[in-house]
């Protein structure tokens, strides 16, 4: 069983940053591939990032790529997310995700211009 809880969240203006974290337990984090995902308002849920267990490869959307970087510190069970030169249309709940299998509660993103 793993639990996440992200934080970092907020409302910031575009062209700013926002870095989240989600925070794990249970002892298989360091074993799964974990990966953000986001929700916009009226849309469904989007992969944005995902980072493999000893995070030597990781992936992102074309949408977020050169703006976001993920990471992760398995030593403290934290994935992270940098977000840089944050949009409007990077509005949105954002979630992590361990092993496509288990999933946080969420943290709010607001991107006002």
């Known amino acids: 069983q793993v639990q996440l809880v992200e934080s970092g969240g907020g409302s910031v203006q575009a062209g700013g940053s926002l870095k989240l974290s989600c925070a794990a337990s249970?002892?298989?984090?360091?074993?799964?591939?974990m990966a953000w995902y986001r929700q916009a308002p009226g849309k469904e849920r989007e992969s944005v990032s995902s980072?493999?267990?000893?995070?030597?490869?990781?992936s992102y959307a074309d949408s977020v790529r050169g703006r976001f970087t993920i990471s992760r510190d398995n030593a403290k069970n934290t994935l992270y997310l940098q977000m840089n030169s944050l949009k409007t249309e990077d509005t949105g709940v954002y979630y992590c995700?361990?092993?496509?299998?288990?999933w946080g509660q969420g943290t709010q993103v607001t991107v006002s211009s």
């Open positions: 249970g002892y298989i984090f360091s074993l799964c591939t």
């Open positions: 980072i493999s267990s000893r995070g030597g490869t990781t």
């Open positions: 995700a361990a092993c496509g299998n288990y």
